[in-house]
């Protein structure tokens, strides 16, 4: 549904053991799709859209179109990833909504006045918004933090 073609961002399908990587993923940009259960359905269908697929599941370890993560901690999944992705280099942090993972689109300040904190819409010009949830998104200290950790995360070498 909201297949982007042409995208060369990488694109992911989580399985139900990953779902708060999926969340960072989204956060950092990234097409990804989450199976809260185990679906072969969407297993099918990521493989036509060329997802990869994320897992724990070891039986999938020999299927080219799939990653299994041995590692427990999100930082370490996450640095396993950008080692065979290089996603560090690919970020596009909050351009994509962390709940439905629809692409954000940009919204001007007086057209959320209403919906965000005064302080806030009197504060900051740039928002973006879910087209699906309408959830609205905007830089703050909390997204600052966010980013930051990204980059705390891609800088240590994974394993260490
Ligand atoms: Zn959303």
Same mark, same amino acid.
């Given at each position: 549904?909201?297949?982007?073609? *042409? $995208?060369? +961002?990488?694109?992911? &399908?989580?399985?139900?053991? !990953?779902?708060?990587?999926? %969340?960072? #993923? ?35 370890? *020999? $299927?080219? +179109?799939?990653?299994? &993560?041995?590692?427990?901690? !999100?930082?370490?999944?996450? %640095?396993? #990833? ?52 309408? %959830? ?25």
């Amino acid at each position: 549904m909201s297949k982007t073609h *042409s $995208d060369p +961002q990488a694109s992911f &399908l989580c399985d139900q053991n !990953l779902g708060r990587l999926a %969340r960072w #993923l989204r956060i950092m940009g990234f097409d990804t799709e989450y199976m809260r259960t185990w679906d072969e359905n969407a297993l099918k269908r990521a493989r036509t859209d060329g997802r990869i697929l994320l897992t724990r599941r070891r039986e999938f370890a *020999s $299927d080219r +179109q799939s990653i299994v &993560l041995k590692h427990d901690f !999100l930082k370490d999944q996450l %640095r396993c #990833l950008d080692k065979r992705l290089k996603l560090s280099e690919k970020l596009q942090p909050y351009s994509r909504c962390s709940i439905c993972n629809a692409s954000l689109k940009y919204v001007k300040a007086q057209d959320v006045k209403n919906l965000v904190p005064e302080y806030v819409s009197t504060t900051r010009e740039a928002f973006v918004r879910c087209p699906r949830c309408l %959830r609205i998104y905007w830089k703050g200290t909390h997204t600052v933090k966010m980013v930051d950790a990204m980059h705390r995360i891609f800088s240590t070498r994974a394993g260490s």
